[in-house]
Structure formats: C-alpha cells, structure tokens
C-alpha cells in the first residue's frame, strides 16, 4: 500500500474554488488507478461517491456527471501529487474528499484520511 495525505479542504462560498492535494508515498505511477472519492454528510464509508479518476498508465481521466465541467484532475509526477481542482462549487459539493489509488494489477487499494470540502450559499 502507499501512503496518502490530502489537504486542501476548507469553507468556501458557492461560486468558489479550491484546489485538493493528495501528497503519496508512490513514486512511479503507471500501475495505478487514481481517484479522488467523496463522502457527504450523512453518508456512510460505503456510499462514497468516485469524483475523479486518473490512468497513471495513459492519463485518461473520467468524471462524474455532476462535476463534468468544473472538476479537473491531475497528476504531478515530479511532485508525487495528485490534484482536484474544483471551480464553481455549490453546497451540494459539502463532502469529504479521499484521495483513492488502486493498483491495476494485483486491485490493492490505498485510501487517505480525507480533507473536508464545506460550500455555503
């Protein structure tokens, strides 16, 4: 497993930016499934929702319906980061955000402790 550390979480107004880092412990990536998964409030752990999610092998990059157009994703391999930014957020956005990498060969799965997104209107 690696080691995963996001932060960048705060409370923003609706209209608003913030950028996520998930800091990782991996240093080469193209075994891995990326993603970054959240949790509203009220929700169980099982009822996570992926956000995004990026190939280390090919950068291909998918996202849910309801970020497409907001939410970006991406990986700096020279700072071992993975990245969400996420612009124009609304309160349905109010969550905690996990940073998820999978292995694609052996489906090992690493999960960080998260970092609280709160929208307000």
């Known amino acids: 497993q690696v080691q995963l550390v996001e932060s960048g979480g705060g409370l923003v107004q609706a209209g608003g930016s913030l950028r996520l880092s998930c800091a990782t412990s991996a240093r080469t990536f193209s075994n891995y499934e990326m993603g970054w998964y959240r949790q509203p409030p009220g929700k169980d752990r099982e009822e996570r929702e992926l956000v995004a999610s990026i190939m280390g092998r090919g950068g291909g990059t998918g996202y849910a319906d309801s970020v497409k157009g907001r939410f970006t994703v991406n990986l700096d391999t020279a700072k071992n980061a993975l990245y969400l930014q996420m612009n124009n957020l609304t309160p349905e956005d109010t969550a905690i955000y996990y940073c998820?990498?999978?292995?694609?060969?052996?489906?090992?799965?690493?999960w960080g402790r998260g970092t609280q997104v709160v929208v307000s209107s």
């Open positions: 998820r990498f999978e292995t694609t060969t052996t489906q090992v799965v690493s």
